[in-house]
């Protein structure tokens, strides 16, 4: 995240626990992202000024990638959800935003 210019604001060691708030510069858009890699979880808060919009977790997580694309900087992160396929984006560039889906692999 430190690529981005993000640094944490929370570190806990004995959990592997990162928590990352990010701004956007253009607009009041917040998001929250805190992970775990003891716990396999993952969670995103997205906020405009002080209120919440959404807040999204998940366990399972089997893989967070940092990604830069036509959509923007951010994270890409795969989940292990048995008969599906299930991944997040969350975006701290240009604009903070979160896509969450799961499909069922057919």
């Known amino acids: 995240m430190e ?11 004995s959990l592997a626990l990162y ?17 775990s890699a003891i716990i396999k979880s993952i969670q995103v808060v997205l906020r405009v000024s ?4 959404a807040t999204i977790s998940s366990e399972n997580v089997m893989s967070i990638e940092l990604v830069r694309d036509d959509a ?6 795969i989940f292990d ?11 701290f560039e240009p604009e903070v935003s979160c896509r ?5 692999n057919v």
């Open 3 to 13: 690529e981005y210019g993000i640094e944490s604001v929370e570190v806990d060691p």
């Open 19 to 35: 928590r990352y708030v990010h701004k956007s510069k253009a607009s009041g858009g917040e998001v929250d992202v805190s992970f």
């Open 50 to 53: 002080t209120h919440e919009l």
């Open 72 to 77: 923007g900087a951010g994270l890409r992160v």
């Open 81 to 91: 959800a048995r008969d599906s396929t299930s991944e997040a984006k969350v975006i």
């Open 100 to 104: 969450w889906w799961i499909v069922r």
